[in-house]
């Protein structure tokens, strides 16, 4: 996850047609999309690998949606493995489609029966929309649904675009001391939180974070609020290892040694905790 790009509206712009005056400057037309002030210039991989900005057709929310106005997007590594290699997986770049899908933004429509938010409510996007009717959704762990739609992931687009609608099931507000950067780096958040809990981290317990990317650093916070110790952080770069370093002072780095094979390096990673299986690294 690299820093968040932010899409704020340039001061040069504004509401330039006196029809778009309802619902926040918004006003529905006849084929389904909305007349907005503002164009809606997204970002679009392509199936040839190319990348392209595009002015997307902004859509009425339906039943159960919102229309948001993206304020922040972070852009992820597999936005960029879409991008480069067409694919991640079973999952393939087949046309067209809008990157992103860590943001957060400003809920400009409703449509009918949306009751947890409102205009003018600043949200966090979860981008996963699961179908909520087989067995892994009844049983609470959608994340696990096979029929998810995930922005971002072909054919579904994504929240690189000033404009997107969303289900409003799958927003989260956010307070006004949370920024919208901050507000997108709630979904990689939130998947470094269900790792922690998934694998019991707590007090006292070694934990040991391969790769000091952005994601590896999140990992590393989170951990070290879990109250994990001894904490260990590897990479390949000592650029990043001297932040890791500085951003959790108590951690232990250690630089992945390319003339060594991977048991190699396991053996001088454990090394770091201590010699007896007591201090072993349960996570």
């Given at each position: 996850m690299a820093p968040s790009i932010l899409l704020e509206k340039p001061a040069h712009e504004r509401i330039s047609n006196p029809r778009a005056t309802k619902a926040n400057g918004t006003e529905p037309l006849a084929n389904g999309t909305l007349r907005v002030p503002l164009s809606n210039p997204s970002l679009q991989t392509t199936a040839d690998h190319q990348l392209k900005q595009v002015d997307a057709p902004v859509y009425a929310p339906k039943r159960g949606e919102v229309l948001l106005h993206i304020k922040a997007t972070g852009v992820c590594g597999s936005d960029i493995h879409f991008w480069k290699t067409g694919r991640?997986?079973?999952?393939?770049?087949?046309?067209?489609?809008?990157?992103?899908?860590?943001?957060?933004?400003?809920?400009l429509r409703c449509g009918e029966a949306v009751e947890n938010v409102?205009?003018?409510?600043?949200?966090?996007?979860?981008?996963?929309?699961?179908c909520g009717e087989c067995f892994l959704c009844m049983e609470g762990r959608y994340n696990l649904c096979e029929d998810v739609q995930f922005a971002g992931v072909y054919p579904y687009h994504g929240t690189l675009q000033r404009y997107k609608v969303h289900p409003a099931k799958w927003l989260h507000k956010i307070p006004e001391n949370v920024s919208f950067a901050e507000g997108a780096l709630l979904?990689?958040?939130?998947v470094v939180m269900h790792g922690i809990s998934s694998?019991?981290?707590?007090?006292?317990?070694?934990?040991?974070?391969?790769?000091?990317?952005?994601?590896?650093l999140i990992a590393l916070a989170a951990a070290r609020a879990s109250g994990a110790h001894p904490l260990v952080i590897t990479d390949l770069e000592p650029c990043r290892l001297a932040f890791a370093k500085e951003f959790v002072p108590s951690c232990m780095t250690y630089q992945v040694d390319r003339s060594l094979d991977a048991e190699g390096n396991a053996r001088a990673i454990r090394k770091l905790f201590g010699q007896d299986e007591y201090s072993a690294p349960q996570t």
């Open positions: 991640i997986g079973s999952l393939v770049v087949e046309g067209d489609c809008i990157l992103g899908h860590e943001a957060a933004g400003i809920v409102k205009p003018g409510d600043r949200v966090a996007v979860e981008p996963g929309v699961p979904e990689p958040l939130s694998t019991r981290l707590g007090l006292g317990r070694a934990a040991l974070i391969c790769g000091a990317g952005p994601i590896g």
